[in-house]
């Protein structure tokens, strides 16, 4: 069927009523982005976890429509990776599933021999695809033969991970690398010595005191680029019966990598402190589920973004709501390019005394009330006594005179837009 111009622009626009405007619904913008002299067809990498970890299922995903990946964490023949299942325990909460989600898995199994292998087999079969590769090893000949390794291989990417508390040079036994700032400095300078041919990335914890001193220390060795970061140390939880840890193995647990949606505000922090402060290109990781996380990430200075957990639960296939969504948000926003979105809210991030202050109040929309009383209970006991309940009815009074406009009340509301703060 053969359409006019003027046919065409109905069946590809719909009318924004909020902004009296004809917005594109099918926008087919273009998604590539340049990270450390890589090109990349769209924002959105694998990162080293399981689905990087067989040939097959690495080929799955860059089939899909991801732009690349970086294969799970790889080590120097003999080092001894004995795994403990079952390896996954899950944060739910409520009747929500996996809004955390907590591994004790280790580096893969696959040592470097295998690794450079694979690299060979699908920069072959994807050569527009980026194919990083992340290590991990326990003295300097181990790092710098793995990098050279791997530059041999025809890798695009390396990321060294730092984030493993396996991977201590021996300086503070358990502390991860990326936990000190020399320990950080030093294994990446040997890095940097044996690889002059592809980027790396130090992929590192968000778990440290000062984050800016660790990315600091990372750009004086002369890395290409930041992880920003990896999983959060943590205890998923224990059976209050049996008193076993999570993931229960035979009534004993360790602690896990938190991971997915509960670690997303760290990671926002986390990318936002170091773009910041430190000039170094960002790769963002730890949290983001959808499109909407991935403008976040990049909003705060992410160059592109990286995915494991949302993967592991939805599978390769979440690539096509990833780059629909994003390419019409581009549209909807009239950005150009996805470089446009990098670090827009930076400047909006201040300190605490440069906020302004003024005087809010919260106003409810008392015919959007369903009358289920959060809103009084909260603020009574947790905010500031200015609700109250109107006679034997359950709608909510406003004391104006004693709100402070904390915004407690908006939060627990079930109600979009129920209650405002002016
Ligand atoms: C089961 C599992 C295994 C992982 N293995 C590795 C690994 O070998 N090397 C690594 O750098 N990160 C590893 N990660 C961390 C992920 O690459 C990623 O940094 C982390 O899951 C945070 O991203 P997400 O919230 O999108 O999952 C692993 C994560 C999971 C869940």
Redesign the pocket.
Known sequence: MNFNNEEREIILTRYDDMNQRQIPLYPLRDLSVEFCGLQLENPFLL????ST?ELSMAARGLEAGWAGL?L??TSMPGTKVDLAYP??SGLDWEDKRLLG?G?I????RYHIDEVTERVRILKKQFPTKLIGA?I?GSKKEDWQTLVSRLENAGVDLI?C?F??PQGNIGEDPGKMLAQSEHAAEITARWVKEAGNKVPVLI?ITPQVTDIVKIAAAIKRAGADGI?A???MPALMGVDIHSFAPMPNLDGQSTYS?L???A??PI?LRTIAEIAKNVDIPISG?????NWRDAVEFMAVGAENV???????HYGFRIIDDLTSGLSHYLAEMEFASVREIIGKALPNIVDHDSLRRKDVKCRIHIDSCIGCELCFVACRDGGHEAIELRDASRIPLLREEKCEGCGLCKQVCPVDGCIEIR
């Open positions: 990162s080293a976890a399981p970890d970086i799970k964490t390896m996954i989600m591994n898995d280790l580096i893969s992340s991990m990321e991970s984030s493993c992929k992880t970061s990896n999983s990598g991971t997915g949606p670690i997303k990671t990781n730890g949290g983001a589920s990286q995915i494991c957990t949302a993967v592991m």
